[in-house]
């Protein structure tokens, strides 16, 4: 049974830190290039970072460069995102996202964390 959790949103100030955890299981995570995405009220979900399977290539959207890091751990199965200097706009559910390296339909989402940056 393919799982992907999510942890670590929560309510911020702008300025802010957090770190996002996904918990992988049920495949083979180091085939799978890993991502973060985000779906504000009103908005497409939008893709933030994304890392290949060996942690070699990170790619992120323009918003969050310079803020927010991406990495994974093979041998525990997980990928964070760190996000620092948070800002107002940055609010959202953030989803984890596997998909097969090259096969891009087979692809499994977890079901998100709220992410709230506020004053």
């Known amino acids: 049974q393919v799982q992907l959790v999510e942890s670590g949103g929560g309510l911020v100030q702008p300025g802010g830190s957090l770190r996002l955890s996904c918990a992988a299981s049920g495949f083979p995570f180091s085939y799978y290039t890993m991502s973060w995405y985000r779906q504000a009220p009103g908005k497409e979900r939008e893709l933030v970072a994304s890392?290949?399977?060996?942690?070699?290539?990170?790619n992120y959207a323009d918003s969050v460069k310079g803020r927010f890091t991406i990495s994974r751990d093979n041998a525990k199965n997980m990928v964070w995102l760190q996000m620092n200097s948070l800002k107002v706009e940055d609010t959202a559910v953030y989803f984890c996202?596997?998909?097969?390296?090259?096969?891009?339909?087979?692809?499994?989402w977890g079901q998100g964390t709220q992410v709230t940056v506020s004053s």
């Open positions: 996202k596997a998909t097969r390296t090259g096969q891009p339909l087979l692809a499994y």
């Open positions: 890392i290949n399977w060996s942690g070699g290539n990170t």
